[in-house]
């Protein structure tokens, strides 16, 4: 039930750009994207709604293939803000809502 | 405007003690929700609310049990505190139905030994 995320692990220089992907074995209705900084809280980023168009702000945005399954995130020109850990979650319906594992971003000067 | 408050942030049990997290939201949502994280693992669901005075199992509710008697509270429960229970618990709130934009509190880490 789990979505899997790709990459684990991503080292960046600042400026640089990255993809984040997600993957679900089943019907998707909504992905939302979330990014939690070490020792924090996750924050809300994105909702990518099934029908919907790609989202995004500032350098930050998501696209959702629902026939395959799987979002992607993208940063574009990272900055050192950007570091964290960020999480897909996946609605099937049903009450049901998994995140994934995370994938850790390390943006350096 | 605090947003989602838990506590304690921090507290070590032995196994077969018992504790309580409380999870406070000062936003009027209707849904709450424990989360616990554990390394590599992701977020996973242990218990959920739709709503003062219903609760609904998630990922991994055994060995936990929760209360949400006031709309603004949503408790979590260990009765009897095991090794595996180690982690950090995430609360979290949300205004819409269907997982809408989750509001996260702090974290709550517990070790138990």
């Known amino acids: 039930q789990q979505p899997v995320q790709s990459p684990q692990a991503v080292i960046l220089r600042e400026g640089e750009d990255a993809v984040i992907n997600c993957s679900s074995s089943?019907?998707?209705?909504?992905v939302h994207w979330y990014r939690q900084k070490h020792g924090e809280a996750p924050i809300f980023l994105m909702i990518?709604?099934?029908?919907?168009e790609q989202k995004g702000h500032d350098k930050i945005s998501a696209s959702f293939n629902e026939k395959k399954q799987q979002s992607s995130l993208y940063l574009t020109a990272s900055q050192l803000s950007y570091s964290g850990t960020y999480f897909c979650?996946?609605?099937?319906?049903?009450?049901?809502?998994?995140f994934g594992t995370g994938t850790s971003l390390t943006v350096i000067p | 405007n605090a947003g989602v408050t838990q506590t304690p942030k921090f507290r070590v049990l032995k196994t077969g003690q018992s504790m309580t997290l409380l999870c406070a939201q000062d936003?009027?949502?209707?849904?709450m929700y424990w989360y616990r994280q554990d390394p590599g693992m992701g977020l996973r669901l242990i218990h959920y609310?739709?709503?003062?005075?219903?609760?609904a199992k998630g990922e991994v509710p055994d060995g936990y049990n929760v209360s949400r008697l006031k709309k603004q509270n949503f408790l979590l429960g260990l009765e009897s505190a095991a090794p595996s229970q180690t982690s950090v618990y995430f609360c979290?709130?949300?205004?819409?139905?269907?997982?809408?934009?989750?509001?996260f509190g702090e974290g709550s880490r517990l070790t138990v030994l």
């Open positions: 979290a709130s949300s205004y819409t139905y269907d997982f809408g934009e989750l509001f």
């Open positions: 089943k019907a998707l209705y909504s």
């Open positions: 979650g996946t609605e099937m319906g049903g009450n049901q809502f998994y």
């Open positions: 936003m009027n949502h209707e849904y």
């Open positions: 990518l709604l099934k029908g919907g």
């Open positions: 609310s739709v709503g003062e005075g219903t609760t």
